[in-house]
């Protein structure tokens, strides 16, 4: 159980947690899997971050988005272990898993399509599945990316792969919108992100 349960303090209300799932080291960078560090790397250039520090067993940085404290964690246990480096964050900030937003992969929607939810299922993916059972919830934000897989190809070996040069085209195209999504959810405005952005990619992008 978390501690912050129950507890009566103002302060979660202005720090959040943004988790970017992936894989740690060079042969995973560009992997399907991988799109979460990349979306947490897009933002975190674009808030001017140029570095990041290990920190409760991820790479860790933090910045102000919306006027609220962000901690931004790439997780370096490894994909199927992803909750306990955020279990950790969030016990030290003392921050519910309302206020934890997990970007991921998304084998289920094509290429580039954003589905934001503000709580649910794993979906069958190990990152959300560690981070269901060591935050003891399902009560957390996420923001799935899609990347496809039209030819039912293996699982693992599909997200463990890069997608094609048109694909990833496509999906590093939406992460413009997920920095925008996550102004919204930050200021507290998940509903207006959904609306806003959950849909596959235009034919412009």
Do not use: W
């Not at 979460?36 to 674009?46: M, R, T, W």
């Not at 496809?148 to 293996?154: C, K, S, V």
């Not at 999504?181 to 992100?193: F, N, S």
């Amino acid at each position: 159980m978390f501690p912050i349960f129950g507890r009566k303090s103002n302060a979660v209300k202005d720090i959040f947690i943004i988790a970017g799932l992936g894989n740690p080291g060079k042969k995973y960078i560009l992997t399907r899997h991988n799109v979460g560090f990349l979306a947490v790397d897009y933002i975190c250039e674009k808030l001017g971050i140029t570095t990041m520090r290990k920190r409760f067993s991820a790479m860790y940085s933090e910045s102000m988005l919306e006027g609220v404290k962000v901690i931004f964690l790439k997780p370096e246990t490894f994909m199927n272990l992803s909750g306990i480096s955020i279990r950790k964050a969030a016990d030290y900030y003392e921050i519910p898993p309302e206020r934890i937003l997990v970007i991921c992969d998304d084998v289920t929607i094509s290429p580039g399509t954003l589905r934001i939810r503000e709580k649910g299922s794993s979906g069958g993916h190990n990152g959300l599945k560690s981070i269901e059972e060591h935050l003891s919830s399902r009560e957390f934000p996420r923001l799935r990316i899609g990347v496809g897989n039209e030819h039912n190809d293996d699982l693992a070996d599909h997200v463990l792969s890069q997608p094609s040069a048109k694909d990833r085209e496509i999906i590093q195209s939406r992460f413009e919108d997920v920095y925008n999504a996550l102004k919204l959810i930050v200021a507290g405005d998940l509903p207006l992100a959904q609306s806003l952005y959950n849909r596959p990619p235009q034919q412009s992008e």
